[in-house]
DNA sequence: CCAAAAGTGTTATGCTTACACCCATGT
DNA sequence: ACATGGGTGTAAGCATAACACTTTTGG
């Protein structure tokens, strides 16, 4: 069991930490490390850092992801929980602000030694609160897929449906067809046929249409749902 | 223009602050306080303070407005952005995390001299970012009210379903029928009828049926709207 | 008897899933 | 030819908005 030193009584410091999210190898995966001293010696973590005097919390996870995965490969990054239990950390009180962070699948960073891509629904011991924010950010990733353009953060400059339904699949946990996917995407304009054509598997078959994202910012499509104002007619 | 003194250097603070926001009158509003003292003395604030080193930033919300509000009737607390801009405060160095609180339409909390209730569509000029925030808590509001039981955190205890009407005019900003809202909400199983009458205006008319909401807790209704999982047949 | 408000019945609309069927390519 | 995927057309389902109409009360 670890005890806390008495020389370092408890003072307050912000941290952040990014669950960064990829789709390889048909499976949605997260980056982490795994600690070497204790505190949860052996565990594995979200990667982060501390906040320093002269940065923004966004500019903050950049800087630190920028060690592990190249910061222009992050397609999308957006804030999350900031966790406060004065508990959280046994070793000194530590609020930190978590991120969601989203890598295509064409990327392939070198992550140092310590490092690996761990498949979200099949994840090892944890350290500290990690595991519930990395819960919370698929879930966050989850849901915005259904009412927003974020496949394009999941997803390569082109990619054909069949490719994209793989991404959607491996990210949402359960089948997705790529017939409805494409209407979809394509009512709500999301879509650009590229014109150019491609084939996916190794056997034979219609080669597939080439697809790319019409923009790669965050869009929201679907607001109101719900409760929307009344039409105005006339 | 105001300027820094010397002996505050900046120094890392992290304050919590609260949009309260309650129908009131026809209308949606949000407590403010105005400030006496630079910086942006004059400009009305968000009522808030600073993070204690042992309490959750939860915990310090309800502590700050137990000042303001009766804390037993806020009736729904929610986390926000923690924003971290380090100019947002001029004076020192601030993070803050903001909090959608609900105060319930029958609620009438006594507040201090220099705090009002102030409709979220007519402003008075607000100080640092929190006019930014306000917004962003009145969207939350909004978006939720869509696929959540939230309606019950502005509403009293028991309500026809033309005054429930009234407040989801007001918070979102829109004509809402009750006839289709009764519809949805009764479809969802979140509206429970108690079983008497009430009058609603002052003129003749039908007597209302009186409901409640089946809870008093946050629930998603709807969250799979789109993008669901195929149906299992057999 | 008439105005006012509540509540019910019914239709229309829009978006999505499901599924049958046609298309293009490799072996 | 036939297997293998890609793509289109179409029907069905479902929730909600829209609106006409009935019910119940006060004056």
Redesign the interface.
């Known amino acids: 069991m670890y005890t806390v030193p008495d020389s370092q009584a408890?003072t307050?410091v912000?941290a952040v930490l990014a669950a960064v999210l990829q789709v390889r190898d048909g499976r949605l995966q997260a980056l982490l490390w795994q600690r070497g001293r204790d505190p949860y010696a052996g565990a594995w973590a979200l990667p982060g850092g501390v906040?320093e005097?002269?940065?923004?919390?966004?500019e903050s996870v950049l800087r630190h992801l920028a060690d592990k995965v190249d910061v222009r490969e992050v397609a999308h990054l957006e804030?999350l929980?900031?966790r406060?239990?004065?508990e959280r950390n046994p070793v000194r009180?530590e609020?930190a602000?978590a991120f969601l962070g989203l890598v295509p699948s064409d990327a392939d960073p070198a992550v140092p030694e310590d490092t690996r891509w761990h498949p979200v629904d099949d994840l090892p011991g944890l350290a500290y609160d990690h595991e519930p924010i990395l819960l919370a950010a698929r879930e966050r990733l989850r849901?915005k897929?259904?009412?927003t353009n974020l496949g394009f953060a999941l997803a390569p400059e082109t990619f054909t449906m069949a490719e994209l339904r793989d991404l959607?699949t491996a990210a949402?946990g359960?089948?997705?067809?790529a017939t409805n996917?494409q209407r979809?995407l394509l009512r709500r304009e999301l879509l650009q046929p590229t014109g150019t054509l491609r084939r996916y598997g190794r056997g034979g078959g219609r080669p597939a249409a080439v697809y790319r994202f019409g923009t790669r910012e965050l869009e929201i499509t679907?607001?109101?749902?719900?409760?929307?104002?009344?039409t105005i007619t006339r």
Chains 1, 2 share one sequence.
Request: aromatic share 8%; glycine share 4%; no cysteine.
């Open positions: 408890k307050a912000h906040l005097e002269d940065e923004t919390l966004e804030q929980e900031t406060s239990d004065p009180r609020l602000t849901g897929l259904g009412y959607y949402l359960h089948a997705v067809s996917l979809v679907d607001q109101f749902a719900v409760l929307r104002p009344p």
